[in-house]
């Protein structure tokens, strides 16, 4: 079992940045691939950025160039560095953890609110 708990959300002017973090507890860390997700009011939630157990990452074409994900396995840590923030950026930010053989995992969410 994972847990998850974010942390660094709050309110920040357009081009301002944020960093965000997700620290998880439980076993075998480096073997899940770690993501983090948004959810705006009215809209679904959307995959921001991904990174895989050997560190490859994916981003959103709406982030590219802006944010930033990395991991840290040894202190069971993923950020998101967000730079250029835009108001279309708020939302509540979701860490998630998956792995195959033991499924996928949230946190709790925090919320990112960027004005314009």
């Known amino acids: 079992q994972v847990q998850l708990v974010e942390s660094g959300g709050g309110l920040v002017q357009a081009g301002g940045s944020l960093r965000l973090s997700c620290a998880a507890s439980g076993t075998l860390f480096s073997f899940y691939s770690m993501s983090w997700y948004r959810q705006a009011p009215g809209k679904q939630r959307e995959l921001v950025a991904e990174?895989?157990?050997?560190?490859?990452?994916n981003y959103a074409d709406s982030v590219k160039g802006r944010f930033t994900i990395s991991r840290d396995n040894a202190k069971k840590m993923l950020t998101l560095q967000m730079n250029s923030l835009k108001s279309e950026d708020t939302a509540v930010y979701y860490c998630n953890a998956y792995w195959g053989p033991r499924g996928t995992y949230w946190g709790q969410g925090t919320q990112v609110t960027v004005s314009s």
């Open positions: 990174i895989s157990s050997g560190s490859r990452t």
